[in-house]
């Protein structure tokens, strides 16, 4: 089946190939944030290609779900004294310093307190600016009013002039170096149940609270997502820790199958991102 004109996936793998053709020539190359399905895809096109050994996925802190790719040349693959992705900031910044700092820094946007600022209206005042949705990371809602961007060091100088208002408050930014009171901002409800067996259907019905059968037209037309990627095989076996998106529901953590019943059915526990 032939692709769509801009197809993402088919432009992604186009900036991938003009990313190692840098690297060929002794340069490190640098791909704008990508969101967890565009690193799947990003990932699979590397290995499609057999360059996996040179990237290198960093978003500003271990966690970050939105990650810029770092593809380093031959003479710095060769010092590398493990596989890449073993390499944390600290370890890579002795490598790749001025390239971490320039496409990844944070920004702390403070609001007036006089109204409580949610991701969306964070992410919505950024965009309404002209910029890019690749060219922000994770937004990290500390609080009630502030907020840690992640962007490149141009855009984060950008942002420091341009903006004033997040919704219908106004808001200060200034350059952020995390420290011990740094948050993701994610915030999870406990989901605990227990399930028949590990497929895909049962999980998503007790994830949602949905019949057996609701819960397999939900994956069949395409509702469902796996580790950030569509998944319409209602009979999938799956092994946590896994992230299930469900459109109407939200996002889950599936943290663990915690053994059997005496029944013989599997103690589930799992997160709901709230």
């Given at each position: 089946m032939s692709r769509a004109k801009n197809d993402p996936e088919e432009l992604l793998e186009a900036r991938i190939g003009d990313a190692l053709e840098k690297c060929r020539r002794g340069s490190v190359a640098v791909l704008p944030f990508l969101s967890p399905r565009g690193r799947n895809r990003a990932e699979r096109e590397l290995s499609r290609r057999t360059e996996s050994a040179r990237a290198w996925?960093?978003?500003g802190y271990r966690e970050a779900e939105r990650v810029c790719l770092f593809l380093l040349p031959d003479y710095l693959c060769d010092l590398l004294e493990c596989p890449i992705s073993e390499y944390d900031r600290e370890r890579m910044e002795g490598l790749l310093g001025e390239e971490i700092s320039a496409a990844v820094c944070a920004l702390r946007v403070r609001g007036s307190r006089y109204r409580t600022l949610t991701h969306r209206d964070y992410l919505g005042s950024i965009l309404g600016l002209g910029i890019e949705r690749d060219a922000i990371g994770d937004i990290a809602v500390q609080n009630d009013h502030e907020a840690v961007i992640f962007c490149s060091r141009s855009m984060a100088e950008f942002l420091c002039t341009a903006l004033e208002k997040v919704a219908t408050d106004t808001v200060r930014c200034s350059l952020y170096t995390l420290d011990e009171s740094f948050t993701d901002?994610?915030?999870?409800?406990?989901?605990?149940?227990?399930v028949a067996s590990a497929r895909l259907d049962?999980?998503?019905?007790?994830?949602?609270?949905?019949?057996r059968e609701d819960a397999q037209r939900s994956v069949r037309s395409g509702m469902v997502e796996v580790e950030f990627e569509p998944e319409e095989r209602v009979d999938l076996q799956l092994e946590p820790p896994l992230w299930i998106s469900v459109r109407g529901y939200g996002r889950f953590r599936l943290r663990a199958f915690d053994g059997e019943t005496k029944k013989g059915r599997l103690r589930m526990r799992a997160d709901?991102?709230?």
């Open positions: 996925f960093f978003g901002g994610k915030k999870y409800a406990p989901v605990n149940d227990t049962c999980v998503v019905a007790a994830l949602t609270g949905q019949s709901r991102l709230i």
